[in-house]
């Protein structure tokens, strides 16, 4: 059997966990990570990657979350990645699904895109089936996100309009502003913690053998 999940890097000693930013487009997702990037700085592994499409920016970086702990005796590594929105680029946002670990919805909270989270939560349920893979197994945080914007008078669906829309499951949300920095890095913490917590129940809980584990280096 072939896990679907975390890398292991034995020569490193390294864990390498893959955190999935998905949601409709323009909803935050690239933006929210480029704020984690600028604060996480020193923890930052690797450079930004930046995928650019005509219309879209999708990107991937990985940090050493160091103070929250270990997987079995290994260093946890964690990648975070984005999913570009559009219709057009439905394979990629499945190829980006693969083997993840976490999943941070950012919803965009305004009223007008209600139909456009609900669309892409299911989209996220489709790709994840196609996968093998169910939203209710994977750890997952929301971000209801550009609350900011509230205050210029833009109508903001309301927290209950946006739990009932899309959080089935009653995981932890967080209400966040890109533009003005807060809520995301809560969020983030938050899903290092669970998905760190799932990747080790896995490993402890399955008898790893070596074809399970994609080993590098
Ligand atoms: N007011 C406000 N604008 C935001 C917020 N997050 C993102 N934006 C803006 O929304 C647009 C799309 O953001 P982007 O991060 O590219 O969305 P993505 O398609 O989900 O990656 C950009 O113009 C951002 O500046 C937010 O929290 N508040
Ligand atoms: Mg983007």
Redesign the pocket.
């Known amino acids: 059997m072939m896990l679907n999940m975390a890398v292991i890097n034995l020569r490193d000693k390294q864990i390498q966990c893959k955190i999935v930013y998905y ?1 409709p ?8 990570l480029i704020y984690i990037y600028n604060i996480l700085q020193s923890k930052v592994k690797s450079k930004m990657v930046v995928i650019k499409t005509e219309e ?2 999708t990107l991937f970086f990985d940090f050493f979350p160091l103070d929250l702990g270990k997987i079995m005796d290994f260093d946890v590594r964690i990648q975070l990645y ?1 999913v570009p ?1 559009q219709i057009m680029y439905a394979s990629t946002r499945r190829l980006i699904l693969k083997g993840v670990d976490g999943i941070v919805f ?1 919803a965009d909270s305004q009223i007008e895109k209600r139909r456009e989270n609900i669309e892409s939560i299911k989209d996220l349920e489709e790709n994840l089936k196609s996968g093998r893979l169910f939203l209710k197994d994977i750890p997952l945080v929301f971000q209801y ?5 509230g205050k210029q008078g833009v109508t903001l669906l309301s927290v209950q309009d946006l739990q009932w829309d899309l959080n089935r499951f009653n995981v932890p949300y967080f209400l ?4 003005e920095g807060y809520g995301i890095t809560n969020a983030l913490r938050t899903i290092s913690k669970l998905t760190i917590q799932y990747v080790n129940s896995r490993f402890t809980r399955s008898k790893v053998t070596r074809e399970d584990i994609h080993v590098r280096g």
């Open positions: 949601g487009g323009k909803s935050g997702k690239t933006s929210s879209e920016r984005t929105g950012v996100n550009k609350r900011d914007l966040t502003s890109a533009v």
